[in-house]
């Protein structure tokens, strides 16, 4: 059974920075890519950033320049760095997995302040 845990998330004034950490366990067979998407109240949830199995990153065009994904390949583990949080950052942060099937964390609510 796959299990996909998030954790890092806090409220962090503007300007300010914070670092996520998914940490997936089970039978992780045919990972292709694991990634972070948002929520905020009232959106629909929203692509952020990946990593690929072979290391490639991709990233939502606000974000570009200010988050960072990288990802230890022996733990399953992928972080984003999170600099320059503005207050539109503010969002629940989903870990997402993509392989065979797609999984997901629970989730982790970032708040940006003013």
């Known amino acids: 059974q796959i299990q996909v845990v998030e954790s890092g998330g806090g409220l962090v004034q503007e300007g300010g920075s914070l670092r996520l950490s998914c940490a997936a366990s089970g039978s992780l067979g045919g990972l292709r890519a694991m990634g972070w998407y948002r929520q905020a109240p009232a959106n629909e949830r929203e692509f952020v950033a990946l990593i690929t199995a072979d290391g490639d990153t991709d990233y939502e065009d606000s974000v570009k320049g200010r988050f960072t994904i990288s990802r230890e390949n022996d733990k399953n583990t992928i972080y984003l760095q999170m600099t320059s949080l503005k207050r539109e950052d503010t969002a629940v942060y989903y870990c997402?997995?993509?392989?065979?099937?797609?999984?997901w964390g629970q989730g982790t609510q970032v708040t940006v302040s003013s």
């Open positions: 997402n997995l993509l392989g065979d099937l797609t999984y």
